[in-house]
């Protein structure tokens, strides 16, 4: 095959990648985006998008199963689960998705080569294709290869040891289900396999679940977990599964499957970075205030440059990226990158947490207070604003509650902003609404709150 060249080649083309490779075509530049997998890499196929379909999924059959249960008067009939016709459907949207990003980087004008990429330098590629090797020549490469999940030494997996990949591919509703970690990604999809019928233990080798959330926000998550007769077992390690039973330091444990969730590694392996040498900080590429690493010409973004591992992180990277190789003047300054927990109920953390920063303070709204989460059922929640005493700068904004993740533009908006307690309590909230919560805790630090 002949060389291509162009002037952004992208390899990867999940979230940061795609962006970045879109961005950059908008502006004018010539982009070859490099992927072995489908458009959309691991948060649109196997990852975000397909598990908040199933976790939908489970809520409306749990409210259906448990509907008489309330005080609404409705009753109904005992509801039945054909959990393959389920994944079906949250395929058809991932289908629909990965097709649709196919046709945003087709109509930006933006190529697609599908194979394997191998850096050969900065601004040189060699791509196993189905037809041979391709070398792509660039300008500028940008890495956008994302993550995978951590294996623990005695759980392979394979078999019945699962990834969320695997967890997401089954066709059955494990009867009993052993989760390995107490992160975001292990308590979402513990819950929903609950929610769907099975017995569900969570076993987590740290002192606490959610352990990058305040533990005050975490308690309404931990109340509903033991409502839904999820086990959860802290400072204790998995050690290994056989015959059905995990082999944990607190004794053994049934289990049909085992979800191991115990962290992600960023994707560095078989791209001839080794050869290259670049500057790496722990196990990921040292970036600057550009993304562009210790290497001319080479830049990274998402998950192979630390944490947060988060698809809008890599996504606002790659936009960055592209318009400083259009010659735009940008640099990363960013105030807050909102992480989202779609637990039951939903966690959002946006910016400082209590405490982090000298000199501040923070004030809570209950959701116990607010109209629209009663008439809703769930006030179990509540909305928390750290600030600056000096001057009222809100610094983070925090909260759990049903359906709290739409509130997270907001919470990112008035940090970004650099909004005052005075602006967003002055600021109408429509009635009823949970977002009445954030105007609420405001006031309540301001020393004027109205429902509480």
């Known amino acids: 095959m002949s060389d291509l060249k162009c002037k952004i080649a992208v390899i990867g083309a999940g979230p940061g990648g795609y962006v970045c490779a879109i961005r950059a075509a908008q502006l004018g530049l010539d982009v070859i985006v490099v992927d072995a997998g489908a458009a959309g890499g691991t948060c649109l196929n196997v990852g975000c998008i397909p598990s908040k379909a199933l976790i939908h999924a489970a809520d409306e059959f749990h409210k259906i199963a448990h509907v008489s249960a309330g005080q609404l008067g409705i009753t109904a009939a005992a509801p039945g689960l054909d959990l393959a016709k389920t994944m079906a459907w949250k395929d058809g949207i991932v289908s629909r998705l990965t097709g649709g990003v196919e046709g945003l980087l087709k109509r930006a004008g933006a190529r697609f080569v599908r194979g394997r990429a191998r850096l050969l ?167 600057n205030e550009i993304c562009q690493t210790s290497l001319p010409g080479l830049y990274a973004i998402g998950d192979i440059t630390g944490e947060p591992m988060l698809a809008h992180r890599a996504m606002a990277q790659g936009e960055m990226v592209a318009e400083h190789l ?22 959002v953390s946006c910016g400082a947490a209590p405490g982090e920063i000298e000199a501040s303070a923070v004030a809570e709204f209950p959701f116990a207070a607010n109209g629209r989460a009663l008439t809703l059922e769930r006030d179990d929640g509540l909305i928390q604003v750290v600030y600056r005493e000096a001057d009222h700068v809100i610094l983070g904004l925090h909260g759990v509650g049903a359906g709290i993740a739409e509130l997270s533009a907001s919470f990112a908006l008035a940090i970004e902003m650099g909004a005052r307690l005075e602006d967003v309590a002055a600021t109408i909230h429509a009635h009823p609404t949970q977002s009445e919560g954030l105007a609420e805790a405001c006031m309540k630090a301001l020393d004027r709150a109205v429902h509480i």
């Open 326 to 347: 259009a010659g735009h003047k940008v640099a990363w300054d960013k105030c807050a990158i909102p992480a989202v927990c779609f637990t039951d109920p939903e966690l």
């Open 121 to 287: 330098d900065g601004q040189c590629l060699e791509v196993a294709t189905q037809t041979g090797p391709q070398v792509i020549r660039a300008e500028a490469i940008v890495l956008a290869t994302g993550a995978a999940p951590v294996e623990l030494p005695g759980l392979p997996f394979g078999g019945d040891i699962l990834t969320s990949t695997g967890a997401l591919a089954l066709s059955e509703v494990p009867g009993r289900l052993a989760v390995i970690g107490a992160g975001y990604i292990g308590l979402e999809l513990g819950t929903a396999f609950a929610k769907l019928g099975s017995e569900v233990t969570v076993i987590e080798a740290g002192e606490r679940a959610l352990a990058q959330y305040d533990a005050g926000l975490v308690r309404p998550v931990l109340k509903r977990l033991e409502a839904l007769g999820v086990g959860l077992l802290t400072s204790t390690k998995a050690t290994g599964y056989a015959d059905g039973q995990v082999q944990t330091e607190a004794g053994d444990i049934a289990a049909d499957k085992v979800l191991v969730t115990v962290g992600r590694r960023p994707l560095l392996q078989g791209l001839g970075l080794e050869a290259l040498s670049p500057e790496m900080a722990g196990a990921y590429l040292k970036i």
